[in-house]
């Protein structure tokens, strides 16, 4: 960075992403948000490998205070790929046992907006997350919380909500997601295009 101010170049998103990813590959977290900070002043948005490199530091070390401070510096007036950065928070929150922390963020994304195609990938991807993980508790978590906010089902939710209410033997709850996938014209008979087990696997 300093070679490239003496030279006079541009201090360009590309170089503080690189430079930020520095830091973190480093483990010096405090210049990494400093950097983060100095971007967001100059109008530059991380892009998605300087957020993964938060993420991959926050899954190592489980401080969930460091990522919501993180999460927040980056939704704060700033220009950036939010949607995914919150898909990321969801997985990684999903990876480290984090479900409660999960569903935090994903409320606070659907207060923004709702039923838009963005929240049913988010709430598939947390999903399919938390059964890769072997988290079948959570993934009823996500489930009932969908449908407490009233989000319309997809596939990859039945699909999943089945999976974990046969290994629980939850027959309440199967009935449950048979009766809302029929409502919904949702074929549990097949595969969702995200490879989760349908109803014929189980």
Known sequence: MELSRECGLPLTGRLWNHLLQAYLAGGDVQNAELSLLQMKNRGFPPDVRSLECFLEHFTATSNMQEMRRFYALVREGFIG??????????????RIGKVQEALNFLEESLDERSNTST????????????????????????????RDRELEPTTTQCS?????????EDETLKSRVHKLASKNQLDLGTKSNSGVPSADFL
């Open 160 to 168: 999943i909500a089945l999976l974990a209410a046969t290994e629980s």
């Open 81 to 94: 790929p939010l949607d995914r950065l919150t898909m990321l928070l969801l997985t990684t929150c999903a």
């Open 119 to 146: 929240d049913f990938e988010m709430i598939d991807e947390l999903m399919t997350e938390l059964m890769r993980v072997k988290d079948m508790s959570g993934c009823i978590s996500i489930w009932n919380f969908a």
